[in-house]
């Protein structure tokens, strides 16, 4: 499910919401002053992952 970041225009609050792909959040309102004017955000994403420790990389010099 995507998360979708936005700011409030009102009173700068910034929030995500969780929508479905084709939901309309065309009436998405501000959790803090329930302004109807807020703006939808650049998200960025990662995958995260932790290293692996046999992840075959050697440091210089070792065999």
Same mark, same amino acid.
């Given at each position: 499910?995507?998360?979708?970041?936005y &700011?409030? /225009?009102?009173?700068? &609050?910034? #929030?995500?919401? #969780?929508?479905?792909? !084709? &939901?309309?959040?065309?009436?998405? @309102?501000?959790?803090?002053?329930? @302004? %109807?004017?807020? /703006?939808?955000?650049? =998200? %960025?994403f990662s995958? !995260?992952?932790?290293?692996?420790?046999?992840?075959?990389? /050697?440091?210089? !010099? =070792?065999?």
């Amino acid at each position: 499910m995507p998360i979708y970041e936005y &700011e409030c /225009k009102n009173c700068g &609050e910034r #929030f995500q919401v #969780f929508l479905l792909p !084709g &939901e309309d959040d065309g009436k998405m @309102a501000c959790p803090r002053c329930s @302004a %109807l004017y807020v /703006k939808k955000l650049i =998200s %960025l994403f990662s995958v !995260g992952s932790e290293p692996s420790s046999s992840s075959g990389c /050697k440091p210089s !010099g =070792s065999t």
